[in-house]
């Protein structure tokens, strides 16, 4: 039994990359701005730390810094505090991303759940949100629904990056 090892370079897949960020923005914004559903995870910081597991020839704290501002501008946030967040979320990632990858997924998905619920713990200083009862149960849920859908997720940007660098 031989298990195949893949680096991935940015090179061959620069492309996927973009559109998966773009996709998952748009998707994130569709949710937050037109829907209110509180409880959904942000598919963009979920893809900025897979690719940062992923990519281990780039640091990604430029990345997290464009998102954030672009996530700032969408959400009419004060400018600079969601790429606050996300850069330390990255700078947490790269601490552990080689040792990451080799982690079983319900090991990886706790680790998301904290770091998000870190991220959500900054998020609720920097913001200092206002929620009702109702929706202040949905906006501590979504570091714990990202972790549920991590294993989903990893498993698939996995086989699409490795199709779009194979064929």
């Known amino acids: 039994m031989s298990d195949k090892v893949y680096v991935l370079e940015f090179c061959q897949i ?11 923005f748009t998707f994130d914004s569709m949710l937050k701005l037109s829907f209110d559903i509180y409880f959904a995870p942000s598919l ?16 990604h704290l430029f990345t997290a810094f464009l998102i954030g501002i672009f996530t700032d501008t ?21 601490r552990i991303r080689l040792s990451f990858k080799s982690y079983p997924a319900w090991q990886q998905a706790i680790t998301i759940g904290l770091y ?27 570091p714990w629904v990202s972790a549920i859908l991590w294993p989903f997720l990893y498993k698939t940007m996995l086989t699409l990056s490795h199709r779009a660098m194979f064929d």
């Open 14 to 24: 620069k492309w996927f990359l973009i559109f998966g960020y773009l996709a998952a």
């Open 44 to 59: 963009t910081v979920l893809l900025l730390l897979f690719w940062t597991s992923q990519l281990t020839c780039k640091t």
């Open 74 to 94: 969408a959400m009419n946030t004060p400018l600079g505090s969601h790429a606050l967040i996300f850069i330390l979320l990255v700078f947490f990632m790269l």
């Open 116 to 142: 998000l619920t870190f991220a959500q713990v900054l998020s609720w200083v920097i913001f200092e949100p206002v929620l009702p009862n109702s929706q202040l149960i949905s906006f501590w849920l979504v």
